[in-house]
Each structure stands twice: as C-alpha cells, then as structure tokens.
C-alpha cells in the first residue's frame, strides 16, 4: 500500500497520557459547584430532608482530593492509563456515594453517571473503558435497590414507582453503553484521522526534501560540470606531455580519475531527485516513469501507455512537476506492483479538457465490500493470509492508499477505485487485465497551465532554499 509509518502503537499507547490532571481538576470543581448549589436548593427552597452531614462530607472528599492534586502535582503533569482510571472511578463511587444519600434512582441528577464513562470511551484504552463502564453499570444497578429514600420535612416520601425506577434503570444502564460506544468510535475515526494526515505531512515532507536534495546536487552537478571537464581535459594533455616522467605522471592520471569519480558521485546522488533542477516541469510521461522508476525490476512488468484521447491533440502536455504528484504515483504503482500476478498498466490520457492517468494490474482486485472505503486511513486492502507470501516482512496499516488519494486531491485530481470488471466497455487488452483499478483525473488547466507550443524561456535560476 505504499510507505507506512509506525504511528498506530506509538500514537495509541501515547494518547493515554494526553489527559492533563488540570482538565479533570476543572471538571470535579464544576460538579463539586452543581452537587453544592442542587443540595442548597433541596434543603432550602423545597424543604427535603437531607442527612447534610454525609452530603457534605461527599462533597467534602471531592473537595480534598482537588487540592490535594494540586498542591502535589504541576499544572501541566499528563495523568498516565492508571491513573486516569482512578481519577475517574473516584468520580463515579463519590457521586453514587452521593447519589445513595438523596434518593438513588429517584434523583434525577443520577444521569450524571454516564459521564465519567463518556470521558474513559473517549481518552482511554478500551480495557479501562470497560472497567468503568462495567463499575457504572454496577454501581446504577447497587442504586436500584440500596438508597436513603428523599422525604420532605413534613415526612411526605418522594419515591418513584417501581416500574418507573426500573425503566430509570434500563435507561442509564443503555445510556452508559451507547454513550460509551459511540464516543468511543468517534474518537478512534478522529485519532485514526489525525494519525493518517500526520503521515500524509510526513511523506510529503521527505518527497519534498528529496526534491530540494535532488535540486542542489543536480545544480551543483551543473555549476561543477564546467571546471571538472576543465581539469579532465588538462590532466588527460599533461598525462600525454609526461610520457618521460612516470611520477608526474602517475599523478596526472590520478587527477583525471578523481575528476571522473567526482562526476560519478555527482551523477548518482542526482538521482535521489529531480534530473533538471530548475525546471519545475516535466512531459506527463516522464513524471509518470518518475513516479515508476522504483518499482521496475521488482519481477513484474511495468506497461506504459501514454498517449492522446480521441480527438485529443496529440502534443503531449507539460504538467507541474510536483512531489504531491509523484508520491501519489508512486504509492499506487507501489500497490498494483503488490498485489498484481504478473503485469500493471500504466496508461495515460489527455484532451482539451482533462487529464487521466490510470494504474489497473492482473490481480484479485479490491474486494467488493470494501470498494467504497478504500482510501479510509490504517484499512489494509486485499490482505489475507493467502497474499502475505507476496509481500513478505510486510505489515502495512493501510496508510498508502490514503496518502496518495490525499496528496492527488490535493493537486485538484478526483479519485476512482474499482475493479476493472466493474467498468463498463473493452479494450484490446482487457481480457488481461483483471484485478484493481485506480484513476485519478484532473482538469488539465489545474494540471498544465503550460502551452506546449510555447517557446518561451523559463526565465532565470531561483536559488534553491536548504533548511
């Protein structure tokens, strides 16, 4: 699936640590005002009696473990998985504890238990998730029969029905399990989601780096070029002249071929990048075979075909040599080589109006239930255990797919994935072609904002800028 990045372990097993003590500190204050301010109003303003000295000493204990947190620890300490979990089992037995004193199920704030499980399912491992949710569950159904009933001071009791109390029952115990669930999956997508785009950044970044790197060795191959042929041309006269003088001229020859391995290295680090520096634009064939050159020779055949739609002209246009572009490419030729039998197509196509390259190989293709999320982030396609022998050591997370349908729709491109058997109508070689297709088609004006009949010089070299 083209580069992967060992983000999945690292960025979940950090993220239990992204909990700031300061954030659970604030929370507790704000239910430890609402648990004062509702106590207030029902001894006050409704007359209830309330055993206000167990109530205060709840409160009291929420109270003492807040500042006892903050005179221990910084503001900025990150509360690690344990810790986190504590935290939040503290909360839950001192609100169930709280709500025990004022009539269990009967008070409505007994909703309020959902919330310490809301915050596990969304920063915690799912096993911490678990065990909160199963000591809320516990503890709500401990509240259904085990409570001091709330009377007024008159002695009038103020107690729901059994059925009522029951249905209260069934409804936080639901309302802990969805709230759970679903801020659980909510949060995994978004995690997933940030992970997958801080990879695409990072993949750009070296494409970019490459192409920086690629520059400035080019360039300095160029500036270089002049001086290197200079000092081969006087040796290789001085090695003639020397004839009678073996030394000097052994070190002639010696100059000559210095000046040869200085042009070697220059011409090999070139190829990390780009051929010509200082053109920020290429023929779509060579981007194409750009994108490509990493896989050729990987025992399977690479076939191009670039050539004009019909009724397209057929000057082949000039398109933006960018490293959005060649990435993307390059991580789906990297796909099709992956998983094809034998062959991966190359083909390109342009007109007045758009511009189309597609990759199809000979393999099983996508499967069909997964067609319409491929390009989801850390979703491994056509992996099973009869393709782990043609991608031995490999262990993707379904990241490369993402990046280059990212990086392409980044340059403007709409993407389409698909099995070729899907697509309507044949060609001449279709009968060959019968695994994954991938499109990716641009306007051309986005594409090639170039003439490809002007002559028009490119104007003057810009220094190439190294971080």
């Keep these: 699936m083209g580069p992967d990045f060992d983000l999945g372990t690292s960025q979940v097993s950090s993220r239990s640590h992204w909990i700031r003590l300061r954030t659970l500190i604030f929370l507790r204050w704000l239910a430890v005002s609402g648990q004062l301010g509702a106590i207030a109003a029902a001894r006050y303003y409704y007359d209830l009696d309330l055993n206000l000295g167990l109530c205060y000493l709840a409160i009291g ?26 935290t939040l089992l503290f909360d839950l037995a001192q609100l169930s504890f709280l709500l025990y004193l004022t009539g269990g199920l009967s008070n409505p704030f007994a909703l309020l238990l959902m919330a310490p499980v809301s915050v596990a399912a969304t920063a915690l491992r799912l096993r911490s998730t678990l065990i909160l949710g199963g000591a809320g569950i516990v503890l709500t159904t401990f509240l259904a029969f085990v409570y001091i009933p709330l009377r007024t001071e008159q002695g009038i009791l103020l107690e729901l029905p059994p059925i009522f109390r ?39 970044a070296r494409e970019q780096k490459l192409t920086d790197l690629g520059g400035v060795v080019a360039a ?24 009678d003088h073996p030394d000097l001229k052994e070190d002639a020859m010696l100059i000559r071929d210095q000046a040869d391995r200085c042009r070697d290295i220059l011409r090999s680090m070139g190829r990390a990048g780009n051929d010509d520096p200082h053109m920020r634009r290429a023929p779509l064939e060579s981007v194409i075979r750009e994108a490509a050159e990493p896989h050729q020779g990987r025992g399977k055949d690479l076939h191009f075909d670039v050539s004009p739609a019909t ?30 039998k034998k062959t991966v197509w190359i083909e390109a196509r342009w007109n007045s109006d758009t511009i189309s390259i ?28 009869g393709e782990k022998n043609q991608r031995p050591g490999y262990d993707g997370m379904g990241l490369g797919l993402f990046i280059a349908k990212t990086l392409l729709e980044r340059t403007g491109a709409e993407m389409t994935f698909t099995n070729i058997g899907d697509v309507v109508g044949s060609g001449p ?39």
Excluded: C
């Excluded at 300095?220 to 004839?243: M, Q, R, Y």
């Excluded at 960018?322 to 992956?338: A, F, K, S, T, Y």
């Excluded at 990716?440 to 104007?459: I, M």
């Design 61 to 86: 204990t929420a109270i003492i473990a807040n500042l006892i947190a903050i005179f221990i620890y910084p503001e900025n300490k990150r509360l690690s998985e344990h810790e986190s979990q504590v």
């Design 166 to 204: 029951f249905g209260f029952w069934v409804a936080i115990v639901v309302g802990i399990s969805f709230m759970a669930i679903y801020a659980r999956r909510v949060s995994v997508e978004l995690n997933a989601m940030s992970d997958a785009l801080l990879a695409t950044q990072m993949a750009l």
């Design 220 to 243: 300095a191959a160029h500036e270089l070029g002049t001086p290197l042929a200079t000092i081969k041309l006087v040796s290789a006269e001085l090695i003639d002249e020397l004839s």
């Design 311 to 340: 009724g397209g002209e057929t000057v082949q246009p000039i398109i933006l040599r960018q490293p959005e572009i060649i990435h993307g490419l390059r991580n789906l030729v990297q796909n099709g080589v992956d998983f094809a």
């Design 358 to 385: 597609r990759i199809v190989d000979d393999g099983k293709g996508f499967p069909s239930q997964l067609i319409g999320r491929i390009g989801d982030p850390f979703m491994s396609t056509r992996r099973n255990g």
């Design 429 to 467: 070689v279709r009968s060959r072609k019968s695994g994954a297709l991938v499109e990716a088609v641009w306007k051309r004006d986005s594409l090639s904002p170039f003439s490809t009949n002007s002559a028009e010089p490119l104007g003057k070299n810009e220094p190439i800028p190294i971080a």
